[in-house]
Nanobody, 126 residues
Framework: QVQLVESGGGLVQPGGSLRLSCAASGYTFSSSAMGWFRQAPGKEREFVAAISRSGGRTRYGDSVKGRFTISRDNAKNTVYLQMNSLKPEDTAVYYC???????????????????WGQGTQVTVSS
């Protein structure tokens, strides 16, 4: 059974940092590009970052460029999201997702990802 389990969320002050992790199982992790999305109350799920199968390419949403870094460790079946310089508007539930399509695209739309985690809450507040 495919599982994506996020962890690392919590409460942090503006300007602080958090690192999210997503542990994957039940499929060939290295066969999928991975992405992070977030959803704040009353808003649509927003693309945050994506990383290619090998980790050689990344893509970021405009709102997080220069502040967030996505990475992966295929030996550990884990994808990470390092979040620096956090702002209150970063407050959301963060989800990791898997794109198992066999092409080199780094996708940004929710419907383009096949597997999803349960989400982890990130709250940025003083």
């Amino acid at each position: 059974q495919v599982q994506l389990v996020e962890s690392g969320g919590g409460l942090v002050q503006p300007g602080g940092s958090l690192r999210l992790s997503c542990a994957a199982s039940g499929y060939t992790f290295s066969s999928s590009a991975m992405g992070w999305f977030r959803q704040a109350p009353g808003k649509e799920r927003e693309f945050v970052a994506a990383i290619s199968r090998s980790g050689g390419r990344t893509r970021y949403g405009d709102s997080v460029k220069g502040r967030f870094t996505i990475s992966r460790d295929n030996a550990k079946n884990t994808v990470y999201l390092q979040m620096n310089s956090l702002k209150p508007e970063d407050t959301a539930v963060y989800y990791c997702a898997a794109d198992i399509r066999s092409d080199p695209l780094l996708r940004t739309r929710r419907y383009e990802y096949e597997y999803w985690g349960q989400g982890t809450q990130v709250t940025v507040s003083s």
